[in-house]
């Protein structure tokens, strides 16, 4: 089999692009051009051509929803989550959370942290995980949330496909949460996109303190009660000890063979 000449022709060809299935006639091709294939049927290596382009199509999909989140650590995993004692984390429980369908699960996540404690990395790998099962994400801090909202407000139709398309993806998570304050504008624009995906889709939150404080932050106390309320309620709670992990991966860093002071 390893000597024959093309499957296909050019026209052939033409005709996988026109069906959209180059990928499939593409690999097909290889594997019936193995000679380790010779025992193989037609039809065996065909929809073993099927399942290779379907995982390689995944594979480019997951790679697009990843950068389009625009993760601050695009690396992060769950299955290298530091579960040392004292950071109140649960192995199974983080599991869980890389295995949720968030467009059924619609229970937002609070992840609260000293500066240092990893919240980021966290939400990071959260994100990064709901990709892989082809959720939409996006990632963003709330100053730069704040500032996208304040640029687009010039402009009604831009301001409002913003407002939709926050309101509507799959997962939103917002970090540094109320750690800089935000003017009204921005608050009352936050508010309705918590509203429109109150009990629809999950927010995850990561955030220094907790709801009390996130009250006294926002400018409308109105406005305010309603936000935490929506955040709040019947969120799962991801509390983080007081261990500073960017200090203790520096110092781990430091005692490695290969650091160069």
């Not at 599991?95 to 990071?124: E, F, Q």
């Not at 429109?196 to 932050?217: K, M, W």
Request: charge should be negative.
């Amino acid at each position: 089999a390893g000597a024959l000449m093309s499957v296909f022709t050019s026209e052939d060809y033409d005709k996988f692009r026109a069906l959209r299935v180059t990928h499939i006639a593409a690999r097909f091709e290889e594997l019936i051009s193995d000679e380790a294939n010779d025992a193989v049927t037609p039809e065996q290596l065909f929809l073993t051509a099927v399942d290779d382009a379907m995982d390689a199509r995944t594979a480019g999909k997951i790679d697009k929803l990843i950068k389009a989140a625009k993760f601050p650590i695009p690396t992060a995993t769950i299955a290298e989550i530091d579960y040392r004692d004292g950071r109140g984390l649960n192995p199974v429980r983080m599991t869980r959370y890389g295995t949720t369908d968030w467009r059924a699960d619609h229970l937002n996540v609070l992840i609260t942290s000293p500066t240092g404690g990893g919240k980021t990395y966290i939400a990071c790998a959260i994100g990064i995980a709901a990709c892989h099962r082809t959720h939409p994400v996006i990632y963003t801090r709330l100053d730069e949330l704040a500032r996208d909202l304040a640029i687009a407000r010039t402009d009604v139709i831009a301001h409002q496909k913003l407002i939709d398309r926050l309101s509507t993806i799959d997962l939103l998570i917002i970090d540094d949460f109320l750690t800089v304050s935000i003017d009204p504008e921005a608050g009352n624009d936050l508010f309705a996109i918590l509203a429109n995906r109150n009990e629809r889709l999950a927010t995850i939150i990561a955030s220094q303190t907790g709801p009390a404080h996130c009250v006294d932050a926002l400018p409308d106390r109105v406005a305010a009660d309603s936000i935490v309320d929506r955040l709040a309620h019947h969120a799962r709670r991801i509390e983080l000890g007081g261990i500073d992990m960017r200090k203790a991966c520096h110092d781990q860093t430091r005692t490695s063979e290969q650091f160069w002071e």
